[in-house]
């Protein structure tokens, strides 16, 4: 079970659950649109959180973004 609290996009202090609800709000369905969305700063500063993880461990903007396709979260 993913925690809800955990910060995912350091840089812009965004936790999974403030990335969850801005992927549901705005319908994004790619991570080029996670990404490029004006609403909310993800992704833009020191890039970890795209793919590995800011600690390489895999917890990243593309891992919410599935896992929020996939009905999970």
């Not at 350091?10 to 990404?35: E, F, G, P, R, S």
């Amino acid at each position: 079970m993913i925690d809800h609290d955990r910060l995912i996009c350091y840089c812009n202090d965004k936790t999974v659950a403030d990335i969850v609800d801005l992927i549901k709000a705005n319908q994004i369905q790619t991570l080029d649109d996670l990404i490029n969305q004006v609403d909310v700063s993800v992704g833009d500063k020191c890039e970890a959180c795209l793919d590995e993880g800011y600690e390489n461990d895999g917890y990243s903007l593309a891992m919410v973004l599935s896992l929020v396709k996939q009905g999970r979260l």
